[in-house]
């Protein structure tokens, strides 16, 4: 099965919520370049169809995570399998139709300068990170507060928001605490740099 195939079984058996069905058929829109756009620019997942990729590695990351008895028993947090779905899958919906087609300069190992293809930041919605896919998936289905601040707050301390609001949310909502180590582990530990 390939990355779209299966990210698209996991939302439509998961995510039961109104609005949901739209949400999935604008991501499989031409209107959306989700399952074809880059992770980020030049690091995790810089290459098509990175963002789908990290989307579904980030979700298994927090099915692993949530599994573990002691996140259960010592930590208490849990979690519906539609709400796992929708935090992982969506975290980063914000990187949809962001980055464009460019070229960056690099020296090869003779130390000549090289063209080579990259990506670029093409904002034209600049309303953030986690901000702006809680915003984006509002427009179509409802959120719960503690799916809401899981989703803003999945960059952890790695952001750019202040550490006592990350450190706030992750009290008040372990879910965004597992999801931002989700993301951390699926970026460093799966992905890597390429």
């Known amino acids: 099965m390939n990355v779209k195939d299966e990210f698209v ?3 439509q058996r ?11 058929q604008h991501l499989l829109s031409p209107a959306s370049d989700f399952f074809t756009a880059p992770a980020s620019t030049r690091f995790h997942g810089a290459y098509e169809g990175g963002l789908a990729e990290h989307s579904l590695n980030v979700y298994e990351c927090l099915c692993d995570y949530l599994a573990r008895e002691r996140v ?5 947090i849990e979690a519906s399998d539609e709400t796992i779905a929708i935090v992982a899958l969506l975290h980063d919906l914000c990187k949809m139709n962001f980055y464009k087609p460019g070229f960056r300069n690099v020296k090869d190992e003779n130390g000549v ?3 080579v293809p990259t990506y670029e930041i ?3 919605l600049p309303y953030g990170h986690g901000e702006k ?6 427009g179509f289905m409802r959120l719960t507060r503690e799916e809401a601040f899981a989703i803003r707050y ?3 301390f790695s952001g750019t928001e202040p550490a006592g609001n ?7 909502f372990p879910l965004a605490f597992a999801l931002s180590t989700a993301d951390m582990e699926a970026t460093y530990f799966l992905e890597g740099k390429n």
């Not at 039961?16 to 999935?24: F, H, P, Y």
């Not at 259960?72 to 208490?76: A, P």
């Open 14 to 24: 998961c995510i039961k919520r109104e609005g949901a069905d739209r949400l999935l």
């Open 154 to 156: 999945h960059m952890g």
């Open 9 to 11: 079984e996991i939302y």
């Open 113 to 115: 300068w090289q063209k």
């Open 72 to 76: 259960q028993e010592l930590y208490g």
């Open 122 to 124: 093409d904002d034209k």
């Open 166 to 172: 990350v450190g706030s949310a992750f009290e008040m």
């Open 133 to 138: 896919s809680v915003y984006m998936i509002s």
